[in-house]
């Protein structure tokens, strides 16, 4: 699995809590709105977790898939008297 690695505020798993506690810099005074580079590495990271997790969802599922037709065959298997 591939770790992603961060200089800023935002260490390990990403969780409501760590999201909600997040702080963006304001742009310097007399501008408006957030610097767009913190904006965009908030982005990436977000897009990064959220894509590992659907990748492990998917590797879950598919050893349950595994599991489930390994019981089947099992039980196949033994109600055959084998």
Known sequence: ???YRSLGPLTG?????CL???TL???RYGQRGYRPDD??????R???ELGERSRQLDQAHAENE???NALR??????????
């Open 20 to 22: 909600r506690d997040v």
């Open 1 to 3: 699995m591939t770790v």
């Open 13 to 17: 798993p990403l969780t409501p809590s």
């Open 25 to 27: 810099p304001l742009t």
């Open 73 to 82: 065959a099992w039980q196949t298997d033994r109600a055959a008297g084998g």
């Open 66 to 68: 595994r599991i489930k």
């Open 39 to 44: 904006v965009h590495a908030l982005l990436d």
């Open 46 to 48: 977000l897009a990064f």
